[in-house]
């Protein structure tokens, strides 16, 4: 992993105080003024070179990291020739500084190259009139060897990896680096925002994990905002709290210092917002709305967000939204004709085609740029707030019984931590003998499929009473959402080898795959063209045709032709999208990559089995000892997750993807004149209540077949099960070393 940075904030206060002075400085000349700010500003911690006994062990300690936030406010364009008072410049500067010892060669690679948006403009022209909203990076990196001798080095080497007018992308190689040196470097962000009057909580927001992959002795945050700024911030899951104060202008001071900050072993499996302390804090310029979403004062409790946000969000439910509800409910009446079929059909049944409806109706819209980037038309998400709103007004209407459903993502905050309205989402919860679940997520997404980010997920249940034409009422309680048995996400491979004839270190492979539940949604996406998913979400709702739909929207009537061709477009491009799943699976290029095929695209659950097949040829997997051949069979599978030794100890609950289960059956063609040895060592089994891993193969005639299962049972486990858990890994690892010697028969005289 190279060491990235891509700091997108605003602009510096020191750094605009001077430039405030001298608007006419080169970018080299602002580079050198904030270099000496930063290394001449003498901190202890930033002097250190010695590591501590304790930590001499590591791959790298970093001794000291800061980030600091100016943030000003002014009410005038001082650099324009038109001034318009009325509007309002926001000036940002952020500096990200750190210090580390570098003592392996896996943190040399870590941190051998600095990447960073260097320069972004986003300026807006209206009329004669141009609002500035543009971002600069100025970086600086220095080597300390162990002699003491220092090695500034020269950024002007550094690689525009894109490089535009108004938007350029930098990596700079810190190319004298070694194990044993001490890396000294910053990256500080300018940026001006010369319609700041627009501004939100969100725009501002800013999160820090407190935690890393390195230990860190001494980290400090710092916040500087206007007096005029509104700012809101929460410390989570344990974080110290901020040194609240102001200085002689009235600007309000935030910081926070921290020592020995702990590190976690590694990333994988984990939930940083769950289990790691962050810290999380913003500002807006403007009041009203967004005070009311947010409550727009620092010390507000955990209790007092929810509350605001919840709030909003009940407050959304109005009559406004009559077209959408509305439009829903004709077309399920359209769908059977008449209210009176609709009650003559079983609940299930209507509230799917209710859902499918709405869901093409959002996916099946479309939009002028949407033409220009086809390939981003499949990972479309629908907004599930305000799709629950509009369900939950339609299904009012309908007088069917329901819950609205207030859930956070099991990868990010928790309800309790909710900070701003973008960190929940919602969803319907239709109550029949059985709960019904619509949740609005991507367009492979099922009727009453939850998606895995929140299985087991805390909700806060809503039951909505409209009161009148602009008003509902809520009663509010708790539940808990159900985690899907991994028998239902699973994924069942047929895969059949042979050597090729002509070149038997080559291998075909002909592969067929049934994906169910949570662990078909990728390959669906990535695979299905726009046009088939666009085919059968209408036929699934029975709506107009994607011509007719185009033409009755005024943004896209004249682009038909366009949309035509870019979907046309889109289809043609198959073989190379199956190429692209095929290189995820087996970690290298396939080629004669033929026969690919959609054999069922399961966008609805009554038929929920997604199938594809494919041939292909791969390299690498046969080795030629003699006149026999060594075959990597268990490769054939894919590559399994091999745990890194200092993966092996954890003290942290473990969050799965979700629970889930596989099968492979492959069938390998013994070439005429060769027997199969080494089949025995495959024989594998592992069983405890994490999961199960199993593998066996047998010799049927001239065909050997391996079958491997693996099944991970839940999608959470407490750190204490992370043993267990490491035997399933363990077990499916040691599959891929897995050989079978093709040997040569000798003739017999």
Not at 377 to 383: E, G, T, V
Not at 440 to 468: C, M, W, Y
Not at 675 to 690: F, Q, V
């Amino acid at each position: 992993m190279k060491k990235t940075l891509r700091l997108l904030f605003f602009f510096p206060l020191f750094a605009m105080t001077a430039g405030a002075q001298n608007n006419n400085q080169t970018y080299a000349e602002k580079a050198a003024e904030i270099q000496k700010e930063v290394w001449g500003t003498t901190v202890p911690e930033f002097a250190t070179t010695k590591v501590p006994v304790n930590l001499s062990n590591e791959s790298a300690v970093v001794f000291a990291k800061s980030y600091s936030m100016q943030r000003s406010l002014t009410n005038k364009f001082k650099f324009m020739i038109i001034t318009a008072s009325s509007t309002t410049r926001a000036l940002k500067l952020t500096t990200f500084h750190e210090r580390v010892k570098i003592n392996d060669k896996s943190a040399l690679e870590d941190f051998s190259t600095i990447s960073y948006q260097k320069r972004l403009d986003e300026s807006v022209h209206i009329l004669s009139a141009k609002f500035f909203m543009t971002h600069d990076t100025y970086i600086g990196a220095k080597i300390i060897k162990p002699s003491g001798k220092e090695v500034v080095v020269n950024t002007s080497e550094e690689v525009l990896i894109k490089n535009e007018k108004k938007d350029q992308v930098s990596k700079l190689a810190i190319s004298d680096l070694q194990v044993g040196d001490i890396l000294d470097y910053y990256v500080s962000t300018v940026d001006v925002n010369e319609n700041a009057s627009t501004d939100n909580f969100a725009d501002n927001d800013m999160v820090f994990v407190l935690a890393g992959e390195y230990p860190v002795l001494y980290s400090s945050y710092d916040f500087q905002y206007s007096k005029k700024d509104n700012v809101k911030h929460i410390c989570a899951n344990g974080a110290p709290q901020f040194n609240i104060s102001t200085n002689a202008a009235g600007d309000q001071i935030y910081s926070l210092k921290v020592r020995d900050q702990a590190k976690y072993s590694s990333e994988f499996w984990t939930s940083k917002f769950r289990q790691f302390p962050y810290i999380e804090i913003s500002s807006s310029h403007t009041m009203g709305f967004v005070k009311f979403v947010s409550g727009g004062k620092a010390g507000e409790s955990a209790a007092d967000r929810l509350q605001a946000n919840k709030a909003i969000f009940e407050g959304t439910f109005t009559e406004r939204d009559i077209p959408y509800f509305s439009n829903v409910v004709d077309r399920l009446k359209k769908y059977f004709d008449g209210k009176k079929n609709i009650k003559a059909v079983p609940l299930d049944s209507a509230m799917k085609v209710l859902y499918n409806i709405r869901k093409g109706m959002v996916f099946g819209s479309y939009s002028k740029d949407d033409v220009g980037k086809v390939d981003e038309i499949n990972y479309r998400r629908m907004s599930s707030k305000f799709n629950t709103v509009v369900m939950s007004m339609a299904l009012n209407d309908l007088k069917i019984d329901h819950d609205v459903l207030l859930v956070c993502s099991r990868n990010a905050n928790t309800l309790d931590n909710i900070f701003n309205y973008s960190d929940f989402d919602a969803c319907i919860r239709i109550n029949d003998t059985k709960p019904l679940y619509m949740f609005f997520d991507d367009a492979a997404t099922h009727f009453n499929e939850i998606p895995q980010r929140f299985q087991g997920e805390k909700v806060i249940v809503l039951t909505p009473k409209r009161e009148s034409s602009t008003k509902y009422s809520f009663t509010e309680g708790t539940a808990v959402l159900p985690v899907m048995q991994a028998a239902i996400n699973n994924i069942n491979e047929d895969i059949k080898v042979s050597l090729l004839p002509t070149n038997m270190q080559k291998i075909k492979i002909q592969r067929l795959v049934k994906q169910t539940g949570l662990m078909r949604h990728d390959d669906q996406l990535r695979l299905l063209p726009v046009v088939d998913i666009d085919n059968i979400l209408m036929e699934l709702s029975k709506s107009e045709k994607l011509e007719k739909r185009l033409a009755e929207n005024p943004e896209t009537k004249k682009l038909r032709d366009d949309f035509s061709y870019a979907f046309s477009d889109d289809e043609s491009k198959s073989v190379k999208k199956f190429t692209s799943e095929i290189k995820a699976q087996y970690e290298q290029e396939p080629t004669q990559v033929t026969d690919c095929k959609i054999i069922n695209a399961a966008l609805d659950n009554s038929s929920p089995v997604f199938q594809y097949s494919e041939s292909f040829v791969l390299d690498n997997l046969v080795k030629k000892a003699g006149n026999n051949y060594i075959i990597d069979a268990g490769k054939l599978a894919g590559s399994f997750y091999k745990l890194e030794e200092k993966e092996r100890k954890r003290t942290y609950d473990v969050y799965m993807p979700c629970s889930r289960s596989f099968k492979y059956t492959i069938n390998i063609a013994v070439p005429q004149g060769y027997t199969a040895k080494g089949l025995e060592e495959i024989a594998a089994k592992k069983t405890n209540k994490t999961g199960s891993f199993s593998s066996e193969a047998t010799l049927n005639g001239n065909v050997v077949t391996i079958v491997i299962t693996r099944v991970y049972n839940n999608n959470f486990e407490k750190a204490e099960n992370w043993p267990l858990l490491s035997e399933v890994i363990d077990a499916s690892a040691g599959f891929n070393a897995q050989k079978i010697l093709f040997e040569k028969k000798v003739n017999s005289c």
